[in-house]
């Protein structure tokens, strides 16, 4: 991930973590959904930090929290 975009990457976890939690689901569960580890859910969801997440995974998100995509990729 390049530093310039750091804090889009945190935003975009910020947002899968309050539609995850809107939707009742666990990070478990979301993980268990998309075949991905809870560990790689939670560093995406951290506040303090910014994980790199591939399209086909931000999609895969999308898709089990019945979000449109853009939505995570929006600046508030």
Known sequence: MKDEYFEKYR???L???Y???LRNL???QLAEKIDKSTAFIGAIEAPNM???LS???LLDIAK???VPSYKFLMDD
């Open 11 to 13: 935003r975009i976890g």
């Open 64 to 66: 089990v929290l019945d």
């Open 26 to 28: 666990t990070q478990e």
């Open 15 to 17: 947002k899968i973590s």
């Open 50 to 52: 910014a994980r790199a």
């Open 19 to 21: 539609y995850r939690r």
């Open 55 to 57: 399209l086909d995974t």
